[in-house]
């Protein structure tokens, strides 16, 4: 099992940047991809962005070109840098971690950004 815990959400105005930090522990060298995902009230849980193993990285098209997912395997740490926030991107956003069949995911942290 894996655990994670999401930090660096808060209010910022539109137009601003955020970092999310993911930070994980327990049996970390099992995970194959990790990803960002966001829920709305009132909407569906949806993916933001993943990165696996190896390196590739994949993002939502509402979030391509202002969010970059990356991670610091020496800190055992994913990160979510967002840029030219929007209101719509206001949101509790979840880090995810699979291993194999295994999924594990974190509290969330909440952002919100005014208009």
Do not use: H
């Amino acid at each position: 099992q894996v655990r994670l815990v999401e930090s660096g959400g808060g209010l910022v105005q539109a137009g601003g940047s955020l970092r999310l930090s993911c930070a994980a522990s327990g049996n970390i060298f099992s995970i194959n991809v990790m990803s960002w995902y966001r829920q709305a009230p009132g909407k569906q849980r949806e993916l933001v962005a993943s990165i696996t193993n190896g390196g590739t990285t994949n993002e939502a098209g509402s979030v391509k070109g202002r969010f970059t997912i990356s991670r610091d395997a020496t800190k055992n740490t994913l990160y979510l840098q967002m840029n030219s926030l929007k209101p719509e991107d206001t949101a509790v956003y979840y880090c995810r971690a699979q291993s194999g069949v295994d999924i594990d995911w974190g509290q969330g942290t909440q952002v919100t950004v005014s208009s």
